[in-house]
């Protein structure tokens, strides 16, 4: 069982940035692979990147890419997702999602373990 915790979110202005980590409980943490995802209300949760066992693997959306960066650190069991140029339409909750086989690609199925979400707002 791996319990995950997301911190660091918040309210921010637009072009902004924020890091949002996402600690985990499981001494077994480099067996998973990493997945960021985010909500907004009344719409389907959305995947914004990955990041394999690796460390060196990582996806993303096309929303995010080349704003948002994943990484890892796993002697503190605790991932992190960067997120500059912040712009009010990323504004939602924030999940971190692990599993120990996923492919890059979002598939929520691949995912075992998810946080309790983070909350970010960006302002205009």
């Known amino acids: 069982q791996v319990q995950l915790v997301e911190s660091g979110g918040g309210l921010v202005q637009a072009g902004g940035s924020l890091r949002l980590s996402c600690a985990a409980s499981?001494?077994?943490?480099?067996?998973?692979?990493l997945g960021w995802f985010r909500q907004v209300p009344g719409k389907e949760r959305e995947f914004l990147g990955a990041?394999?066992?690796?460390?060196?693997?990582?996806y993303y959306s096309d929303v995010v890419r080349g704003r948002f960066a994943i990484s890892r650190d796993d002697a503190r069991n605790t991932a992190y997702l960067q997120m500059n140029s912040l712009k009010p339409d990323d504004t939602g909750v924030y999940y971190c999602?692990?599993?120990?086989?996923?492919?890059?690609?979002?598939?929520?199925?691949?995912?075992?373990?998810w946080g309790q979400g983070t909350q970010v707002t960006v302002s205009s």
């Open positions: 999602a692990a599993g120990e086989q996923i492919s890059g690609w979002g598939f929520e199925y691949e995912y075992a373990y």
């Open positions: 499981a001494s077994t943490f480099s067996n998973y692979g």
């Open positions: 990041i394999k066992q690796n460390a060196v693997s990582k």
